[in-house]
Protein backbone atom coordinates (compact mmCIF):
# COMPACT_ATOMS: atom_id res chain seq x y z
CA UNK A 1 0.00 0.00 0.00
CA UNK A 2 3.09 2.48 0.75
CA UNK A 3 4.92 1.32 -2.09
CA UNK A 4 1.45 2.20 -4.40
CA UNK A 5 0.72 5.68 -2.60
CA UNK A 6 4.44 6.78 -3.65
CA UNK A 7 4.21 5.68 -7.11
CA UNK A 8 0.29 7.39 -7.47
CA UNK A 9 2.11 10.71 -5.49
CA UNK A 10 5.08 10.82 -8.13
CA UNK A 11 2.84 10.66 -10.81
CA UNK A 12 0.63 13.50 -9.79
CA UNK A 13 3.26 16.19 -10.15
CA UNK A 14 3.59 16.79 -13.65
CA UNK A 15 -0.14 16.26 -15.31
CA UNK A 16 0.81 18.49 -18.34
CA UNK A 17 4.44 17.07 -19.43
CA UNK A 18 3.36 14.72 -21.56
CA UNK A 19 0.15 14.18 -24.47
CA UNK A 20 -2.58 13.41 -22.88
CA UNK A 21 -3.36 10.17 -24.92
CA UNK A 22 -0.17 9.08 -22.86
CA UNK A 23 -1.48 10.05 -19.17
CA UNK A 24 -2.04 6.88 -17.00
CA UNK A 25 -5.00 6.88 -15.83
CA UNK A 26 -5.15 4.34 -12.55
CA UNK A 27 -9.03 4.01 -13.37
CA UNK A 28 -8.51 1.68 -16.68
CA UNK A 29 -5.77 -0.80 -15.59
CA UNK A 30 -4.44 -4.15 -16.54
CA UNK A 31 -3.01 -5.96 -13.49
CA UNK A 32 -0.61 -8.26 -14.57
CA UNK A 33 -0.55 -11.38 -11.82
CA UNK A 34 2.78 -13.65 -11.96
CA UNK A 35 1.32 -15.94 -9.17
CA UNK A 36 -1.98 -16.83 -11.11
CA UNK A 37 -0.50 -16.27 -14.45
CA UNK A 38 -3.24 -14.30 -15.36
CA UNK A 39 -3.67 -10.86 -16.50
CA UNK A 40 -6.95 -8.60 -15.60
CA UNK A 41 -8.70 -5.96 -17.64
CA UNK A 42 -10.08 -3.19 -15.09
CA UNK A 43 -12.42 -0.55 -16.42
CA UNK A 44 -13.53 1.98 -13.51
CA UNK A 45 -12.86 -0.35 -10.68
CA UNK A 46 -15.25 -3.08 -12.42
CA UNK A 47 -13.09 -6.33 -14.13
CA UNK A 48 -14.02 -6.94 -17.57
CA UNK A 49 -11.96 -9.58 -18.83
CA UNK A 50 -9.40 -11.96 -17.43
CA UNK A 51 -7.01 -13.77 -19.58
CA UNK A 52 -4.71 -16.91 -18.67
CA UNK A 53 -0.56 -15.71 -19.53
CA UNK A 54 2.97 -16.60 -19.64
CA UNK A 55 5.78 -14.62 -18.11
CA UNK A 56 9.22 -15.68 -18.28
CA UNK A 57 10.55 -19.10 -17.31
CA UNK A 58 13.47 -17.09 -16.27
CA UNK A 59 11.76 -15.12 -13.65
CA UNK A 60 11.65 -11.67 -12.74
CA UNK A 61 13.34 -8.87 -12.83
CA UNK A 62 14.91 -6.20 -15.54
CA UNK A 63 19.01 -6.82 -15.58
CA UNK A 64 19.81 -6.30 -19.29
CA UNK A 65 20.05 -10.27 -20.61
CA UNK A 66 18.24 -11.50 -18.05
CA UNK A 67 14.91 -12.47 -20.35
CA UNK A 68 13.34 -11.89 -17.05
CA UNK A 69 9.46 -9.72 -16.91
CA UNK A 70 9.85 -6.53 -14.78
CA UNK A 71 7.72 -6.10 -12.22
CA UNK A 72 5.89 -2.55 -11.32
CA UNK A 73 4.06 0.25 -13.20
CA UNK A 74 4.08 -0.14 -16.83
CA UNK A 75 2.61 1.66 -20.11
CA UNK A 76 1.22 0.49 -23.40
CA UNK A 77 4.42 2.78 -25.86
CA UNK A 78 2.93 1.39 -28.74
CA UNK A 79 1.03 -1.03 -30.87
CA UNK A 80 1.82 -3.15 -34.13
CA UNK A 81 -1.61 -4.22 -35.01
CA UNK A 82 -1.63 -6.59 -38.20
CA UNK A 83 -0.25 -10.25 -39.20
CA UNK A 84 0.39 -13.37 -38.20
CA UNK A 85 4.49 -13.75 -37.32
CA UNK A 86 6.45 -10.93 -36.92
CA UNK A 87 10.04 -10.64 -37.22
CA UNK A 88 12.13 -6.89 -36.29
CA UNK A 89 7.96 -6.03 -35.67
CA UNK A 90 6.96 -6.66 -39.25
CA UNK A 91 4.78 -9.35 -40.49
CA UNK A 92 6.12 -11.76 -42.50
CA UNK A 93 3.74 -12.81 -44.35
CA UNK A 94 3.77 -16.42 -42.57
CA UNK A 95 0.51 -17.51 -40.81
CA UNK A 96 1.44 -20.63 -37.35
CA UNK A 97 -1.51 -23.00 -36.07
CA UNK A 98 -1.47 -22.65 -32.00
CA UNK A 99 1.52 -25.57 -31.08
CA UNK A 100 3.16 -26.17 -34.37
CA UNK A 101 5.95 -27.94 -33.81
CA UNK A 102 9.61 -26.02 -33.55
CA UNK A 103 8.50 -22.82 -33.85
CA UNK A 104 7.89 -20.03 -30.96
CA UNK A 105 7.44 -16.57 -32.86
CA UNK A 106 5.53 -13.61 -31.57
CA UNK A 107 2.02 -13.84 -32.87
CA UNK A 108 -0.67 -11.72 -33.80
CA UNK A 109 -0.21 -8.25 -32.01
CA UNK A 110 2.37 -6.73 -30.58
CA UNK A 111 1.03 -4.52 -27.54
CA UNK A 112 4.96 -2.72 -26.47
CA UNK A 113 5.17 -1.60 -22.81
CA UNK A 114 7.55 1.39 -21.14
CA UNK A 115 8.41 0.96 -17.79
CA UNK A 116 7.50 3.63 -15.76
CA UNK A 117 10.17 2.96 -12.68
CA UNK A 118 13.52 2.23 -12.05
CA UNK A 119 12.98 -1.48 -11.60
CA UNK A 120 11.18 -1.49 -15.06
CA UNK A 121 13.28 1.52 -16.82
CA UNK A 122 14.56 -0.91 -19.71
CA UNK A 123 11.53 -2.64 -20.46
CA UNK A 124 10.91 -0.59 -23.46
CA UNK A 125 14.75 -0.74 -24.81
CA UNK A 126 14.51 -4.72 -23.69
CA UNK A 127 11.07 -5.02 -25.93
CA UNK A 128 8.78 -6.39 -23.27
CA UNK A 129 5.49 -7.01 -25.12
CA UNK A 130 2.44 -8.62 -24.57
CA UNK A 131 1.72 -10.80 -27.34
CA UNK A 132 0.16 -13.72 -29.05
CA UNK A 133 2.37 -17.21 -29.53
CA UNK A 134 1.84 -20.45 -31.71
CA UNK A 135 2.95 -22.12 -27.87
CA UNK A 136 -0.65 -22.21 -26.44
CA UNK A 137 -0.13 -24.94 -24.69
CA UNK A 138 2.31 -23.46 -21.82
CA UNK A 139 -0.29 -20.78 -21.31
CA UNK A 140 -0.97 -20.51 -17.59
CA UNK A 141 2.90 -21.43 -16.46
CA UNK A 142 6.09 -18.70 -16.98
CA UNK A 143 7.54 -20.27 -19.91
CA UNK A 144 8.44 -16.88 -21.68
CA UNK A 145 11.69 -15.27 -22.76
CA UNK A 146 10.45 -12.12 -21.00
CA UNK A 147 7.44 -11.10 -22.43
CA UNK A 148 3.67 -11.45 -21.76
CA UNK A 149 2.24 -14.29 -23.97
CA UNK A 150 -1.03 -14.82 -24.75
CA UNK A 151 -3.38 -17.14 -27.00
CA UNK A 152 -3.37 -15.63 -30.04
CA UNK A 153 -7.60 -14.85 -29.77
CA UNK A 154 -6.92 -12.90 -26.57
CA UNK A 155 -4.25 -10.87 -27.28
CA UNK A 156 -6.65 -9.75 -30.32
CA UNK A 157 -9.36 -9.06 -28.44
CA UNK A 158 -7.55 -7.48 -25.61
CA UNK A 159 -5.69 -4.75 -27.81
CA UNK A 160 -8.79 -3.71 -29.86
CA UNK A 161 -9.35 -2.56 -25.51
CA UNK A 162 -5.85 -0.87 -25.05
CA UNK A 163 -5.32 2.68 -26.09
CA UNK A 164 -2.09 4.02 -26.09
CA UNK A 165 -0.82 5.20 -22.25
CA UNK A 166 -2.94 2.47 -20.91
CA UNK A 167 -1.42 1.60 -17.42
CA UNK A 168 -0.21 -1.73 -17.30
CA UNK A 169 0.70 -3.26 -13.38
CA UNK A 170 2.52 -6.85 -13.25
CA UNK A 171 2.55 -7.99 -9.32
CA UNK A 172 4.38 -11.05 -8.17
CA UNK A 173 0.84 -11.53 -5.63
CA UNK A 174 -2.44 -12.53 -7.06
CA UNK A 175 -5.13 -10.73 -8.59
CA UNK A 176 -6.64 -8.11 -6.50
CA UNK A 177 -10.48 -7.52 -6.05
CA UNK A 178 -11.05 -4.86 -9.09
CA UNK A 179 -12.79 -2.70 -6.75
CA UNK A 180 -8.76 -1.91 -5.42
CA UNK A 181 -7.46 -0.75 -8.45
CA UNK A 182 -9.83 1.64 -8.92
CA UNK A 183 -8.60 5.78 -9.55
CA UNK A 184 -6.77 7.46 -6.70
CA UNK A 185 -8.30 10.32 -5.69
CA UNK A 186 -5.58 12.82 -6.63
CA UNK A 187 -5.20 13.72 -10.30
CA UNK A 188 -2.82 11.35 -12.87
CA UNK A 189 -0.21 11.89 -14.93
CA UNK A 190 3.22 10.07 -16.07
CA UNK A 191 5.93 12.00 -14.41
CA UNK A 192 7.65 8.26 -13.68
CA UNK A 193 7.31 7.61 -17.81
CA UNK A 194 11.33 7.93 -19.24
CA UNK A 195 12.48 11.16 -20.65
CA UNK A 196 11.63 11.19 -23.97
CA UNK A 197 15.13 11.93 -25.32
CA UNK A 198 16.28 8.16 -23.51
CA UNK A 199 13.54 6.86 -24.59
CA UNK A 200 14.19 7.99 -28.41
CA UNK A 201 17.73 7.06 -27.92
CA UNK A 202 17.65 4.02 -27.13
CA UNK A 203 14.95 2.28 -29.26
CA UNK A 204 16.41 -1.07 -29.99
CA UNK A 205 18.08 -1.90 -32.99
CA UNK A 206 17.49 -5.95 -32.66
CA UNK A 207 14.22 -7.94 -32.35
CA UNK A 208 14.53 -10.95 -29.83
CA UNK A 209 12.43 -13.58 -32.06
CA UNK A 210 12.17 -15.92 -28.95
CA UNK A 211 10.03 -14.16 -26.14
Same mark, same amino acid.
Given at each position: ?????????????????????????????????????????????????????????????????????????????????????????????? +???????????? &??? !? %??? *???? @????????????????????????????????????? +???????????? &??? !? %??? *???? @??????????????????????????????????
Amino acid at each position: MFRTSMVVLALCLCASSLPASLVPDFSNRVVISVRDQELMLVRNGVKLATYPVSTSKYGLGDRWGSLATPLGFLQVAEKIPVGAVFHNRRWTGE +VLSPNAPGRDPV &LTR !I %IWL *RGLE @AENAHAFRRCIYIHGTTEEKTIGRPASYGCIRMKSND +VTALYSQLPLGE &LVQ !I %IQD *RLPN @ASKVAAPSAPVSNALAPDPKRVSAGQPSAFRPRA
